[in-house]
DNA sequence: GTCTTGCCTGTTACAGTGTAACGATCGGCG
DNA sequence: CGCCGATCGTTACACTGTAACAGGCAAGAC
């Protein structure tokens, strides 16, 4: 990811070993993945991460908006937009293939501030998680 | 409540006194409670019920939309609206105080329904949890 | 009545998720 | 050099959730 290093250079010190690898392993997946199975896969023969530390990782990359977290799924998936400020994604979760789509959609964003400056409640994040069957899967389902 | 009730008697049979009770607990608290938090205010000395039971209850009761997860808090709330068929709750929890307020808005399905029809995604559940501040806790904040 | 069946519940055991605490290491700085 | 801050390794632990199996109980069949 360009972006990632591009925020390398910002935070030169911070961006490690440990997290840089982090990212990438989950941006290679194709599918949310868990700190676990991060850990797994960042592990070598006789060189064992373990699981805490890809949480430090994940919390790192999280503040930094570079990884989301899918509260449904207790997985992590690599950001695809750089949203800026406040922007806050819809993530369309596939219950057939897994797959994670981040979209953002400023009509989603536009009636939810309406509804919270109604309730006079002042958001600090929003989660917005759609579970169902995206497009390809359906397809597949109608010609098998 | 009363809608519990109302259900209790097309299910007749089905609803339980654990399941009774757990929404009993569910409901009585003010904010979001864990399955292990439920049994342990459902336990009396000598009676211990286990957390698995208490699952088991959760499940029946999400199931026919009593109850609510929050899936960023592992965290379970009493509905409080009955909504119909596809409509979908948005959840405003509060940071300071943890309470949990379940609203509706038809603007939002909307929006909500055009990205996913334009993104060709047919939804099953969806996830809507915006973390905050709310009023009460922010009039607080600014006398103290 | 008794037997079978289905559903709910109890119990145990276990897998998965996340954090607290402490120590080691490394780099920058006086 | 010694100090300080941040990162990372390690251990231990708490919390969340499920699988598997056995017992209880009500309803219907014989
Ligand atoms: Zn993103
Ligand atoms: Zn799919
Ligand atoms: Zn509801
Ligand atoms: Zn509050």
Chains 1, 2 share one sequence.
Do not use: W
């Not at 997290?19 to 797994?40: C, S």
Request: aromatic letters at 4%.
């Amino acid at each position: 990811m360009a972006r990632a290093e591009r925020l390398a250079q910002d935070l030169s010190l911070q961006f490690t070993t440990l997290r840089r690898r982090t990212l990438e392993v989950v941006a290679e997946e194709g599918r949310p993945l868990g700190a676990y199975d991060i850990a797994e896969r960042l592990s070598a023969p006789g060189k064992r991460v373990a699981a805490v530390s890809v949480y430090r990782a994940l919390d790192f990359l999280t503040e930094h908006g570079l990884v989301h977290r899918i509260a449904s799924r207790n997985a992590f998936v690599p950001c695809e937009h750089g949203h800026g400020a406040g922007e806050s994604a819809v993530f369309l979760i596939c219950r057939s293939c897994g797959s994670v789509d981040e979209t953002i959609s400023a009509e989603i964003e536009r009636s939810l501030d309406h509804t919270l400056a109604q309730a006079g409640f002042k958001p600090a994040s929003r989660i917005v998680e759609i579970e169902g069957e995206c497009g390809a899967c359906q397809g597949r389902q109608e010609e098998g």
